[in-house]
């Protein structure tokens, strides 16, 4: 697998959880602007993979803002250092000198296995890489992203904030799947904010680095929002990955809204009961992708949890 990530406290935890699951081979990760500016999220992520003892993936830099419109971080969210202002010492090494859409063509193309895609930011990177190098596909198992929702929004009472980010890619990416034959699962706010860890949970993973990160984490979101609990975030489409039978989906045709005075970068789920025939719509047929509506929360929060410890 590879991860796309704009680390971003979730982020971390999802790359705590990649770099230690015995039964994923994480091959490398890309980074793009989200939570915080690109060069913050290189630092985090390095920092994340060195806690889980995974100095050997390469990590590289990417796209610094979305296609059309200028940046917004997350630092609300995540804090001013983007994630969680722990004050973890920085990791020795550095990153890939390739872009990062140079290294995911790379190791695409180099991987004698298909390679799922786990794009946990705006999909900058990706519409970026599949409207470059679409000869990558074939190489690609499916892609499971974290962004959009069937439901309400949190960037704004619409959209979530990935798509919203960078609403031109998201919209390219389902274009481009749809044309190329790559298969697509959204995991989006319907579920990503159901498994839950709690503090005293958080407290107890003490025996390595990355369960101290991942407490820590936990942590800063529990006392940031005042919560007894917080969520893993992007860590739910890893573990989507290596559990899929935790998710319950739908494949339903979804559109991503470029316009609208206060719907920009909502993802249009279709749930109309048409049994797949789009005939009587007047825009026509649109892209059908795996849409997660529900999750057994406390099966993807203990998957998270006995990784790290
Ligand atoms: C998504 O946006 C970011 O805040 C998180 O890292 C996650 O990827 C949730 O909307
Ligand atoms: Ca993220």
Redesign the pocket.
């Known amino acids: 697998m590879i991860l796309d990530v704009?680390t971003?406290v979730?982020?971390a935890c999802a790359l705590l959880l990649a770099g230690r699951h015995p039964a994923l081979d994480l091959r490398a990760v890309s980074c793009v602007g989200g939570?915080a500016p690109v060069d913050d999220v290189v630092r985090n992520t390095l920092i994340a993979l060195h806690a889980a003892g995974r100095d050997d993936v390469p990590v590289a830099r990417g796209a610094d803002r979305p296609l059309l419109e200028a940046p917004v971080d997350?630092r609300h969210?995540h804090g001013d250092d983007g994630m969680g202002d722990l004050g973890w010492p920085p990791a020795a090494r550095r990153a890939d000198p390739r872009h990062a859409v140079e290294l995911l063509r790379d190791t695409l193309l180099a991987s004698p296995e298909r390679i799922t895609l786990i794009p946990?930011?705006p999909m900058t990177n990706i519409a970026l890489l599949l409207r470059s190098y679409p000869q990558v596909a074939p190489k690609i198992e499916r892609i499971v992203f974290?962004g959009g929702a069937a439901d309400v929004g949190?960037a704004t009472a619409s959209a979530?904030?990935?798509v919203f980010h960078d609403p031109e890619a998201a919209a390219i990416v389902l274009a481009a799947t749809a044309e190329l034959g790559i298969a697509v699962t959204m995991y989006g706010?319907d579920v990503?904010y159901a498994p839950v860890v709690s503090r005293e949970q958080a407290a107890a993973l003490t025996s390595s680095e990355a369960a101290r990160l991942g407490g820590a984490l936990i942590t800063f979101q529990c006392d940031r929002f005042g919560s007894a609990a917080a969520t893993i975030?992007?860590a739910g489409a890893v573990c989507a990955v290596i559990d899929p039978a935790g998710l319950t989906t739908r494949e339903l045709p979804m559109r991503v809204e470029l316009g609208g005075s206060w719907s920009r970068g909502r993802t249009i789920v279709d749930r109309r009961d048409w049994d797949g025939d789009m005939s009587h719509d007047p825009h026509g047929p649109a892209p059908r992708i795996e849409v997660a509506l529900e999750v057994d929360a406390a099966r993807y929060a203990n998957l998270w949890l006995e990784t790290l410890r």
Request: charge should be negative; aromatic fraction near 12%; charged fraction near 30%.
């Open positions: 704009d971003g979730d982020d939570n997350a969210v946990l930011a974290m949190n979530e904030f990935n706010l990503f975030g992007d």
